[in-house]
């Protein structure tokens, strides 16, 4: 068992009320939207009309230059609307809920090999949830992982245990993780809080490595954990995924069914009372929060404090969801106050022992922002830009004073170095 930096982190001060237990059922909202990740949203083929039935699984689009890949219905229902944008990119697909027979099912006959089981994952809906270093996004259909990462730890603020989200599906995690053990032949990282190993018997022929985070932000974001155990590379692209969807590919392995709940902490300053539920990927925020939110102007995030966006549907990979109070209009300063704080050029970085932890200390935090604000892209890269996401900037942006704008930068150097690539 590997220990990753167990002290190393910040504990952060984001208030919320506390939880009550854990709903006895799953909450399912009347409507879900299936929306891409922040960013660029792939190109798709809709296989279903505005007004259609589907079952729950069913494949309700496809992308155009992967045909095999599909996006499926997280809830049986009726599609209310299909939404593109120029060059056919996804911005949403709503469906309202509605019965439509039983959920789809796949077969698993060929899930024995490595082919088989990347062909199951695509057509399923599993492919989606993966995601892939350097750049984000899905791998391509065909692409080989130098290792894979699994993420049983969570350290945002108010993130709900990927422990509770396990239990009593061992099993299907076992399943799930030697699965994945056949699509690399490197190894698969199964990071998780300090506790008995969730692997369990599954080694996967050799190829699991149990890693124990600490629990300070960030040892729990996937990013840092490739940056320290294996450097994502041009090429030696690294997959990351929850652990709680590696046991919804077990699952599906077992049944030909692949379960769409997922764990989902209701947290924020702007709540009266804190939840923890399960519900689907896709599920309306607004009725997660109705009832539960304070009176008074408030926004709803999909995602952390530290890392969310303000949205109307649960994004693909979040288990978290946050009511914020909306802030007023900020008083307009003093001029003179404005001359000495707003400057043409950027802010300097001071190098603090809170921004080498906002790290975890894996790197240098003030040599990598300083390439990351000068545009270097060589020496980012060196310091290892290709390893992380915006996620995994997001509270040296924070411990900054959230002006530095990390998370834009690092997209903009990522895209950069994408483009140059293709050229």
């Known amino acids: 068992m590997l220990t990753a930096g167990f002290n190393t982190g910040l504990t952060l001060p984001f208030p919320s009320p506390p939880a009550g237990p854990a709903e006895a059922g799953e909450v399912i909202t009347e409507e879900a939207g299936i929306r891409p ?12 009309e505005e007004g259609a039935l589907v ?22 229902g009726r599609v209310g609307r299909i939404a593109l944008l120029p060059g056919r990119r996804l911005s949403e697909i709503v469906i309202f809920r509605e019965s439509a027979g039983d959920a789809a099912a796949h077969d698993t006959a060929a899930a024995g090999s490595a082919e088989g ?27 080989v992982p130098a290792a894979i990462v699994v993420m049983a730890a969570d350290t945002r603020p108010h993130a709900p245990d990927p422990r509770a989200a396990l239990a009593g599906r061992e099993d299907d995690f076992a399943r799930g993780l030697a699965a994945l053990g056949l699509l690399t032949e490197g190894p698969v990282f199964l990071c998780q809080a300090a506790g008995p190993p969730l692997a369990g018997r599954v080694i996967a022929g050799g190829k699991v490595r149990v890693v124990t985070c600490g629990p300070r932000h960030p040892q729990g974001l996937a990013g840092i954990r490739i940056h320290g155990l294996c450097p994502a590379g041009i090429d030696a692209p690294v997959w990351d995924l929850h652990a709680e969807d590696v046991a919804a590919l077990g699952g599906l392995l077992e049944t030909g069914i692949l379960p769409q709940t997922r764990l989902v902490r209701v947290a924020g300053p702007a709540l009266r009372e804190g939840r923890l539920l399960r519900t689907r990927a896709g599920a309306d925020l607004r009725a997660l929060t109705r009832r539960h939110v304070a009176p008074g102007a408030h926004e709803v995030w999909s995602g952390s404090a530290l890392d969310g966006h303000p949205a109307q549907w649960l994004g693909p990979r979040d288990r978290q969801v946050t009511a914020l109070d909306r802030p007023g209009p900020a008083p307009r300063p003093h001029w003179l ?47 290892g830009a290709l390893s992380l996401l915006e996620e995994d900037v997001a509270l040296a942006d924070y411990v900054l004073g959230g002006g530095a704008g990390l998370a834009g930068l690092l997209r903009g150097m990522l895209e950069r170095i994408r483009t140059e690539l293709a050229a």
């Open 37 to 48: 990740s922040p960013g660029p949203g792939p190109r798709v083929t809709p296989l279903v």
């Open 55 to 76: 079952a729950c699984g069913a494949a309700v689009a496809c992308l155009r230059d992967a045909p095999d890949i599909r996006l499926v219905a997280p809830m049986a």
């Open 117 to 143: 089981v990347r062909r199951l994952m695509q057509a399923a809906g599993v492919w989606p949830w993966l995601r892939r270093r350097p750049f984000g996004g899905m791998p391509p259909p065909a692409e």
């Open 337 to 383: 106050v404005s001359a000495l704080t707003r400057s043409a050029r950027p802010r300097p970085v001071i190098p603090t022992p809170a921004l080498t932890q906002a790290f975890g200390g894996t790197l240098p935090a003030a040599a990598f922002l300083r390439a990351l604000s000068a545009g270097d892209d060589e020496t980012a890269m060196k310091l």
